[in-house]
């Protein structure tokens, strides 16, 4: 069943019970999330958190010198801003929006309130920390082990997973800082993915035209999150049976 | 009454504490231990007094690289807090010591009952989250002698000494290198007077040096785990447990 610009096409607030959601609703504010916008700066304070209900959010990491890395991505299956009820307050990386779409937000305060109250929200809100910290890690070991090829297969599937199609709008210098790698290096290996027919690149647009091929490449990485994702995120309704 | 040697324990008001009390059993957790295995149920948690355990991702089943180091200021088994009785982990001590263990049935009653619990571990992840996240950026910018250089510093500061044992190979496992390249790193690091190494033991000679020689990741991670007081500590039995330990090298081979 398709839902149409309704809260319920967050994953998580999907999952909330009727009468946790409909106590929510009134404070929930649908925001358009623009290509690029920086949503947190990193160190920055959060006056509210997000829920995407399409679109693409990014988590970079932000080195002293400018540099940055990607460390999770957020779409319609999670939050961003959870230092918020994690008690951090300021978050220590920054969220931009990597694929345009839109999000239901909600303030500060009553994020923090809901979340304290300990019912289902907060149990969604834990359990989504715990698939996080996962990509992370995966992430983390990623960088250390895999070559660029398969960290940009990872990258274009987690991406994959969070679009309505196989279309990303995506510059290489993007995808670049995205993954902390130089430009050149990102070239070469959408150059030999385009040869060996498993995508498109055209003028910033990546069509992938062999999402099989491309899981056959990938390193474990992109199925250890996946796998970590899907069995966290269980509906409330079925967790509570 | 004792001081408090967790920190995440000393945090707690008092009537938190104490109603956990009951349930912590003092454990010794032996080096090269495994606590959890990657995939597996959690039985316990553990909050480390004067020991300290690695949290360490598998690639292809081998060991690859550790995530987490979670020594007095935190608790091993962080999925329960959130809900989650799997281990995404392999936890495993790499310094030997007594620490506090909880059942998990029992944990999980005490978090339900202690919103003071909950919101500790909540800020005690939230730090473990900029640590990975911090390790990931790192292991994409940084080089090997600069990671050694954090590594070292955050044992330092998880064992309150400057000296430990710690193989090569051990350490290649840590910071996912090959095991010459811990090699020149930690030459690089005794020729600039920075440390001693020899026969797998470890002393730090200059603490500002070696500061001064890692990366910026160290001082962040370590602000944030900073906003939680640390207790105090007197002068502990110098490393004695550690000074006893076994081959890393040994260990590592028996567990990968």
């Not at chain 1, 958190?49 to 679109?55: E, I, L, N, T, W």
């Not at chain 1, 929200?121 to 996962?134: F, K, N």
């Not at chain 2, 090699?183 to 690091?189: I, P, V």
Request: proline content about 4%.
């Amino acid at each position: 069943m398709r839902t149409r610009r309704s809260p319920k096409q967050n994953h998580l607030l999907a999952a909330l019970p009727a009468a946790e959601l409909l106590r929510l609703s009134p404070h929930l504010e649908r925001v358009p999330l623009p290509l690029g916008a920086v949503i947190y700066e990193s160190g920055g304070e959060q006056d509210y958190v997000y829920f995407p209900a399409s679109g693409i959010v990014s988590l970079l990491y932000v080195m002293n010198d400018g540099a940055s890395a990607e460390i999770a991505v957020v779409g319609s299956e999670g939050m961003v801003g959870i230092a918020l009820f994690m008690g951090g307050e300021t978050t220590p990386s920054r969220a931009v929006v990597q694929s345009a779409g839109s999000a239901y937000r909600l303030e500060a305060t009553v994020i923090k309130a809901e979340f304290a109250r300990g019912e289902a929200l907060q149990r969604l809100l834990l359990r989504y920390t715990q698939s996080l910290i996962t990509q992370m890690t995966q992430t983390a070991v990623c960088n250390r082990h895999h070559v660029l090829e398969q960290q940009l297969c990872r990258w274009l599937l987690l991406s994959l997973d969070r679009l309505p199609s196989n279309q990303l709008v995506m510059t290489q210098q993007l995808i670049a800082n995205m993954l902390g790698v130089r430009r050149e290096g990102v070239t070469e290996a959408a150059g030999r993915l385009q040869a060996d027919g498993l995508i498109n690149y055209r003028r910033g647009r990546i069509n992938v035209l062999d999402r099989a091929k491309l899981e056959e490449r990938v390193c474990e990485c992109y199925a250890v999150v996946r796998r970590e994702s899907d069995r966290l995120m269980v509906p409330e309704t079925a967790l509570a049976a | 009454m004792d001081a408090i040697l967790n920190s995440l324990l000393a945090a707690l008001p008092r009537r938190s504490y104490l109603r956990l009390l009951p349930g912590l059993t003092p454990v010794e957790l032996v080096f090269g231990e495994v606590l959890y295995e990657s995939g597996q149920v959690i039985r316990d948690v553990y909050f480390p007094t004067q020991s300290l355990v690695s949290l360490l991702t598998l690639v292809e089943g081998h060991l690859a690289l550790e995530v987490g180091l979670v020594g007095r200021e935190g608790m091993v088994g962080i999925p329960l807090a959130l809900g989650i009785d799997v281990s995404p982990v392999r936890a495993l001590v790499q310094g030997a010591g007594p620490a506090l263990k909880m059942s998990a049935a029992r944990f999980r009653t005490e978090l339900r009952r202690s919103p003071p619990l909950q919101r500790e571990l909540d800020r005690y992840i939230h730090a473990m989250m900029a640590q990975i996240s911090q390790t990931a950026a790192c292991n994409r910018f940084h080089v090997v002698e600069a990671r050694l250089a954090r590594w070292l510093l955050m044992t330092r500061d998880r064992v309150r000494s400057g000296e430990f044992r710690m193989t090569h190979e051990f350490l290649s496992h840590m910071l996912g290198v090959r095991r010459v390249g811990v090699t020149e790193a930690a030459s690089a690091l005794q020729r600039q007077k920075l440390i001693e190494y020899s026969r797998g033991n470890i002393r730090i000679l200059d603490d500002r040096g070696l500061e001064a020689a890692c990366c910026s990741c160290y001082g962040i991670v370590k602000d944030m785990h900073d906003a939680a007081p640390l207790p105090s500590l007197g002068a502990f039995a110098q490393r004695a447990a550690w000074a006893a330990n076994t081959s890393a090298t040994q260990a590592v081979r028996r567990l990968a």
